[in-house]
Nanobody, 122 residues
Framework: QVQLVESGGGLVQPVGSLRLSCAAS????????MGWYLQAPGKQRELVAR???????NYADSVKGRFTISRDNAKKLVYLQMNSLKPEDTAVYYC????????????????WGQGTQVTVSS
């Protein structure tokens, strides 16, 4: 099993910065694709950024150039550096881990953290 715990959320003013952290337990962290997703009130959960075990990244168009995802396999940590924050970034951010590149979406493993609230407001 993999357990994920997010931290680093909070209240920040527009154009400010936050760094979210996701701490993973388990022995298979380095084989998993890690991602950050957001869910705004009344909306579906959607991808913010993800990073594969080899370091390849993918970002939502809305955060390209502002957010950076990174991972430290030795420490089993995933980060989301959030710069130039906008009010529309306000949401609960969830850490995700899956092995769908190795298995499949139907037979693989998929894990979620509890989420951390990010509020961007004056």
């Amino acid at each position: 099993q993999v357990q994920l715990v997010e931290s680093g959320g909070g209240l920040v003013q527009p154009v400010g910065s936050l760094r979210l952290s996701c701490a993973a337990s388990g022995t298979i962290f380095s084989f998993y694709t890690m991602g950050w997703y957001l869910q705004a009130p009344g909306k579906q959960r959607e991808l913010v950024a993800r990073i594969t075990s080899s370091g390849s990244t993918n970002y939502a168009d809305s955060v390209k150039g502002r957010f950076t995802i990174s991972r430290d396999n030795a420490k089993k940590l995933v980060y989301l550096q959030m710069n130039s924050l906008k009010p529309e970034d306000t949401a609960v951010y969830y850490c995700n881990a899956n092995n769908f590149l190795i298995a499949s979406s139907s037979t693989g493993r998929n894990y979620w953290g509890q989420g951390t609230q990010v509020t961007v407001s004056s």
